[in-house]
């Protein structure tokens, strides 16, 4: 019913300048990367570059999705990566040491990274510490916190059961597909059949006004830091079955900068405000397709890097104001 | 003192920005050894007059005097270089150096490339003798009151050469004790040829230190007077930019039946920002707030609604002892604020017309229960079409709105949420007429309906039409209380006008 008007709607043209990057990008492969686009079907589960890409791109874009409900309320969160770590740490220890069964290791490493946010939300909410230093406590001492936990050992582990997360298909698919839907679904369902979404978007656009309007503005904060951190909690839960092992140093590294950057590409501007979280999960795909471009082409790894600070350098110059009023002055 | 030649003359200065003629041909004379008073409500040309003084921005056309030569000053440190210091309301030093080091800032005596601390301790207590306080100058100036680092910043000014000192509201946090030391060392600096001028909100200090009143309103002079020879109510008058016969109408509306009140405050105040006061609002009246810039209305406002505590007194709703501790549970007990500053406190500029009038609404709903579209287009079409906001429609962003229109839908997220008392703080400011009349109807058919209504306007005869009570504020204390026959634009002048012994006696 709403599909013409959306179309139309100016979240549909905020979409433009991203997608036509993915769309260049694919092109670029589907002459360059011979059998980039060829799916094939084997053992129950499909296989191919795009898939791959999809599967990789998970970690990223259910940050990404989390960090735009942050960014939302005027925020930022450097301290996924961190909460990846200790997520995939308590995992692993649950496991090994524990002997828990999945369940209760998935819920207790899941409990641990919402801990963790509601940490950076009352830093944030009830003392009013600015964002970028709050969740910069969190983003170095979670990594030691995360060492301590494993005695700065790499834990390794076996457990069919839990590696599905990472592993597992469903309808042929990667299970993390189906998960990040999953958890971009609930989140759009609060965004669109609660007050959430109005709340998160009018504390990020005049904080004092939506005080005085009776919101609840550090709830609100406590909330969505919270959330965050739970998103990158599962995010961490992918990263530790993927490799089957926590590695406290390198898991989730420098994830958060690729999830700020996916949300800002997604078109959610960071002084707050509007937040759109399917432009996320766009633009935490045409990062990830970038990334895989750029390794498949044997291109040294250190390229990402410089190609990532292009995109960010363009899409921010896009947003800024000020730079279009001088080059539109010309 | 007139045998004096003038310090600095202004002549024919004027300033505008884009859509505003700040200043318009304006004169403006100081002479030495005389106390300057700068007098004029908000928007009046006051703090332009003193930026261009000190030259933080530069007049459009006109001439500027000193002693005789004309200057341009194109930043403060110029202004300072030819002897025009200025001293502001916030102390702009540096809090966590010495008083001494505040006091040489930049200037500091070295030898060989290296501070001569001595030096600079001696040249801070001679500084400071001369406003007269002797104090610890190698203490930080954090660790003094405000109106000790007021005096130190004078003293700063005045070791940097100042023939004119401006004093900017120099006594807004200062407390009566202090403001007296205050007036005492600035008598010493007139005496000792010093040219000051003075801006301040406070009409019994103007009266105090004064010796000449220079009033400004809309950017334009209205005149220069002897402090002396111009009685409070024409100063008054001069402000507002009315003869006192004007305010002699009556406001002779017939009021309905007062009903029982819906919220009082018992000898509520707050430290610093309001003095006691008591002061009931009934269901079915506009309780009018009337005062000067600065006099604690909006004051007021904020402590019934829950943005600041009080910190004495007792808040009742509906006859029942009532703690206020924040918007929200303002809300909760059925209030309503439109604040002052609308652009910062009022509307969230991205989001929606309906996105904006639903607002407090739902959240008083709370998160889950969420208010359905429909409910909310509904709503939003009543008040669009109710309130005649001009708007291409509800899904409009509500910065692109003009400042009436911002108004109404701000009126509208209130009327929205059926509150029992609406604070409104200046509502009519800054918007077209037309806007203006529709927001007096709407407060004549709310209070009809049951609603109560603190109307807060500078505009006297706004204020006089549509109150059925009006309560006066002086210098953040309630000075008078007038209703029915009594509500009338000279009394609230006389009220306003009167000075403290006045109100003892009275």
Known sequence: ?330 | MSNLGPLLSLHGVSKSFPGVKALVNVDFTARAGEVHALMGENGAGKSTLIKVLTGVYRRDSGEMLLEGKSIDPRSPQEAQALGISTVYQEVNLIPFLSVAENICLGRQPTRFGCIRWKAIHERALKALARVGIDIDVSEPLSSYSIAIQQLVAIARALDISAKLLILDEPTSSLDAHEVETLFRVIRKLKVEGLGIIFVTHFLDQVYAVSDRITVLRNGKLVGEYEAAALPRLQLISRMMGKELAEFEMQNAKGRPAPRDAFLELRGVGRRGSLQPIDLSIRAGEVVGLAGLLGAGRTETARLIFGIDQPDSGELRVEDRSTRIDSPRSAISHRLGFCPEDRKSEGIIPNLSVRENIVLALQSSEGWIRYVSRERQHQLADQFIRGLNIVTPGPEQPVRLLSGGNQQKVILARWLASHPRLLLLDEPTRGIDVGAKLEIEKLMVRLTGEGMAILFISSDVEETVRNSSRVVVLRDRRKVAELSGDEISEGNIMRAIAATQTEDTSR
Not at chain 1, 23 to 30: E, M, Q, T
């Open chain 1, 1 to 330: 019913m709403n599909a013409p008007h959306f179309i139309a709607s100016p979240d549909w043209k905020r979409l433009q300048w991203p997608l036509a990057a993915l769309a260049l990008v694919l092109v670029f492969n589907l002459f360059c990367t011979p059998g980039f686009f060829r799916i094939e079907f084997k053992d129950g589960r499909f296989y191919g570059s795009l898939l791959d890409i999809l599967n990789r791109g998970t970690p990223v874009a259910l940050a990404a999705l989390g960090m735009t409900l942050v960014i939302a309320t005027g925020g930022v969160d450097l301290s996924v990566g961190a909460v990846m770590a200790i997520t995939g740490s308590i995992a692993a220890l649950l496991i090994t040491k524990g002997g828990a069964s999945v369940p209760l290791v998935i819920a207790g490493s899941l409990l641990a990274a919402a801990g963790a946010g509601f940490w950076n939300g009352v830093l944030v909410g009830m003392f009013r510490i600015s964002p970028i230093v709050a969740t910069l406590i969190l983003m170095v001492s979670g990594r030691g916190i995360a060492q301590l936990l494993n005695g700065g050992q790499i834990i390794t582990f076996e457990n069919r059961a839990f590696q599905f997360i990472s592993r597992g298909t469903l309808l042929g698919l990667p299970f993390t597909i189906a998960l990040t839907l999953a958890v971009f679904a609930v989140l759009s369902f609060l965004k669109r059949r609660t007050a959430l979404g109005l709340f998160i978007e009018a504390t990020g656009d005049n904080e004092v006004a939506s005080r005085y309007s009776g919101i609840n503005t550090r709830a609100v904060k406590l909330l969505v830091y919270a959330v965050c951190s739970l998103c990158a909690g599962i995010a961490g839960l992918i990263l530790v079955t993927d490799i089957k092992a926590a590695d406290a140093n390198n898991a989730g590294l420098w994830l958060e900068l690729d999830a700020i950057l996916a949300t800002v590409i997604g078109g959610t501007a960071l002084q707050g405000g509007r937040f759109y979280l399917f432009g996320s999960l766009l633009g935490a795909v045409l990062i990830q397709t970038l990334t895989t471009t750029i390794l498949t082409r044997g291109v040294p790894v250190e390229f990402t890097l410089i190609v990532k600070a292009l995109v960010i350098v363009i899409v921010c110059l896009l947003q800024s104001e000020a730079f279009r009023r001088i080059v539109l002055r010309r």
